[in-house]
């Protein structure tokens, strides 16, 4: 009976450490389950612009700027605050493909990577803040840090995230000339 226990044990010991070596990246699929939330905080002028972007798997695309607190903290109290009401939300939709590719380049960046993760930079840019909270395939990122600081990097990369998603450019369709029925020849 010991002699059982003793051969099991190594066993028990191998599957507890499989936790341990968890590949940070990982190939995202197109899901709506797959999420990914930036807050930045722009502190050189008084008050301070925040802006949020949350993005769904899906292609829902929801960004909050403005002063208030409410942008970043849907849980905001202090609503005597004279910068209560600076808040914008507008929402649409993207290709979810191209939602997809943008989650695969941050977890190529490193976003699950904790050996990456966690490296100061030696000079932090003044007054930049900014943060993510992310699930892709059932990996979730969730640091209150200044990516700025920790990994500047990435910081890089979820800063363009902002920049495209907060300022969609949206596409006129030209229309097209001589295509319809009335602008074909006769005939005859």
């Known amino acids: 009976m ?107 960046a490193g976003l699950f990577d904790r050996d990456k993760i966690f490296r100061s930079t030696k000079h932090p840019p003044a007054g930049r803040f900014i943060a993510v909270r992310a699930a892709f395939d059932n990996k979730t990122f969730s640091e209150p840090y200044n990516m700025f600081e920790e990994d500047p990097e990435l910081a890089e990369r979820l800063y363009n995230l902002v920049l495209e998603f907060s300022r969609p450019v949206v596409r006129r369709r030209k229309p097209v000339y001589g295509r319809g029925p009335e602008d074909k020849e006769d005939g005859k």
């Open 2 to 108: 010991k002699l059982k226990a003793l051969l099991l044990l190594p066993l028990a010991f191998i599957a507890g450490c499989g936790l341990l070596f968890d590949d940070p990246y990982v190939d995202v699929t197109n899901t709506p389950l797959n999420w990914c939330e930036v807050h930045y905080y722009n502190a050189t002028r008084d008050p301070i612009r925040r802006t949020t972007v949350r993005v769904t798997g899906l292609g829902l695309v929801e960004v909050k700027t403005g002063t208030s607190r409410r942008v970043s903290d849907s849980f905001a109290k202090n609503n005597a605050d004279a910068t209560w009401d600076d808040i914008t939300t507008s929402q649409y939709t993207v290709d979810p493909e191209h939602v997809r590719v943008v989650f695969q380049n941050l977890v190529n």
